[in-house]
């Protein structure tokens, strides 16, 4: 309904007070994505319900079955949005400055760090049992993970910073080796939580250890455990400087 001036007329949308503004369809979608999201960082896929998700949006069920034909449907939407976020702050950090080695070493450092400090959003996204639809989503962000860390390989092949090796078979055993080492301390430590954890020391220790480990596959040289592990504190203190993907 339009808003009108004490003289009848319409007012210009920018002159509407927010509050009586109308809810479009895609505000509507988008606060069922925040409310979703709040919910997966808190308690994973496990914990989302249609109702749930309804209810922190406050609107309707049935609202939210007209933007989205079935949970498995908003999952697969809430997983997109959110391992997208992730994926580009490690593109970020593999494609920032320094020669291949270094940058795959932060690259690796970021993901784990970021895993670590939200552990019930990480353990969702990387091994709760999900629908097919979220796990078509997840083998296409490990893909897309692949491909990143392929680029960067190649990049130190013809660099010379790294031995010999098929980049496509080292970046898929990287994203397999982080994924798998990080797995068991988020399944044991979840829990719900409201955002981010403070690391600890033997946070940033393991961390380090598994930078370490790649990057003695991919140069076939002994690491600097000192080096990587400001590596791995550089990673760290890089937390929080960016929005998460829903809020």
Known sequence: MDEHAPDGRSLPADQVPADQMPVTPVKTRERLCIAGFGIVRRAGFAGLSVSAVAEDAEVAVGTVYRHFTSKAELCAELFRRASGHEYQAVADAIRGQGPADRRIAFAVATFAARALAGRALAYALLA???????????LASRRRYTALYAEAVATGLAEETLSP???EIAAAAMVGIVSETLVGPLARARR???????????DATMIADIVGFCRRGLTGRPDAPSDTLRIAQRAIEGLGRGPHPLS
């Not at 709760?128 to 997840?138: G, H, I, Q, S």
């Not at 409201?194 to 690391?199: E, K, N, T, V």
């Open 128 to 138: 709760e049992p999900v629908d097919p639809l979220v796990d078509a989503e997840r």
């Open 192 to 202: 719900i939580d409201s955002g981010r954890d403070a690391l600890t020391d033997a």
């Open 165 to 167: 090796q098929p980049p």
